[in-house]
């Protein structure tokens, strides 16, 4: 069935593109997308298999205005996931200050995680982004959210806030009467510099006591230099907290950009010898302006364990 609405989708949009007015295609109506082809070489003898080709995604995104104030986005993503709806909604444009959103879409939560990946600096998000993902605290969710600018020429701010079901990435809806919060607020008090702070809660579907998680991020750009940092803590328990936190700094030159990122997780903030840690080294090179090819070495570090090394080159290309 989902296959099924998927295509309909997809359908119904290239019809508009090709048999709609085309003095209006152009500016109503768009269809982009990237795909990411990745090879990956895990040196652990005991991993089978220890290397392996992805077609790790493909994206198709679908934009039409109906109006200057109502736009419906969707993506499709057709890679390793399978074919599947990532994000399908409706954005109502009142004005700058506000703007109502409605459908699935990435909760208002992590500097890392609402940034596309056609847009990382390194091939994946890390360990804290996949462990902050696992606990539901993070990632794309149904429901409604407002959000918009202040103070835009002065001292930039953007603000969002939503409710969502708390199911996570679930096209099939809810499962119980929980709902989860989300909210980010993010300051530009100087040029080239991005300062994010943000939370989320929901009630334990259980206990029905409250659960949460907050986190803090920077970006600042100088230069061909970019660096950027962010700290996320959340309850894994009531009374157990995991944390987390990256910092990583790259830097253009020319075609390439040379990247490195440090990356820590506690799965309990209050046991500090027991931590993952992470250490990723890159090369990014834009070849065209549509493409680029990403090589990181990953270092994984865990106490008590064996260090282990991970290869990973992807490619990839916009359309």
Request: include cysteine; glycine fraction near 8%; proline fraction near 2%.
């Amino acid at each position: 069935m989902k296959r099924l609405i998927c295509s309909i989708i997809i359908f119904v949009f290239c019809a508009n593109v090709v048999l709609g007015k085309k003095k209006n295609n152009s500016k109503k109506t768009s269809i982009k997308g990237y795909v990411h082809v990745l090879w990956k070489y895990d040196f652990r003898e005991d991993i089978v298999p220890n290397n392996e080709f992805q077609v790790r995604r493909a994206r198709v995104k679908f934009r039409n205005s109906i109006s200057d104030n109502l736009l419906i986005n969707i993506e499709i993503d057709c890679g390793k996931a399978g074919f599947t709806a990532k994000d399908v909604y409706f954005k109502y444009r009142l004005n700058s200050l506000l703007n109502f959103v409605v459908g699935q879409y990435k909760m208002p939560f992590s500097r890392e995680e609402l940034r596309s990946s056609s847009k990382l600096s390194v091939v994946d998000r890390g360990e804290v982004n996949d462990i902050f993902d696992d606990y539901g605290y993070l990632g794309r969710d149904i429901g409604i959210s407002v959000k918009g600018k202040l103070m835009e020429k002065k001292f930039p701010i953007k603000y969002a806030f939503g409710i969502f079901n708390g199911s996570g990435y679930s096209m099939a809806g809810d499962y119980n009467n929980s709902k989860q919060y989300a909210e980010r607020i993010t300051l530009a008090p100087v040029n080239n510099l991005s300062i994010g702070i943000n939370s989320t809660q929901r009630n334990d579907s259980l206990t029905g006591e409250v659960i949460m998680a907050h986190g803090g991020d920077f970006s600042y750009k100088m230069g061909g230099a970019t660096i950027e940092g962010e700290i996320l803590s959340g309850n894994t328990e009531l009374d157990k907290t995991m944390l987390g936190y990256y910092l990583s700094g790259l830097y253009q030159i020319g075609s390439f950009e040379p990247v490195v990122k440090l990356e820590r997780l506690y799965p309990d903030s209050k046991e500090t010898g027991n931590y993952i840690s992470l250490f990723t080294y890159g090369l990014n090179w834009y070849f065209h302006k549509k493409a680029r090819l990403q090589t990181n070495l990953i270092t994984n570090i865990l106490t008590e364990e064996e260090t282990y090394h991970t290869i990973v080159i992807q490619a990839q290309v916009r359309f």
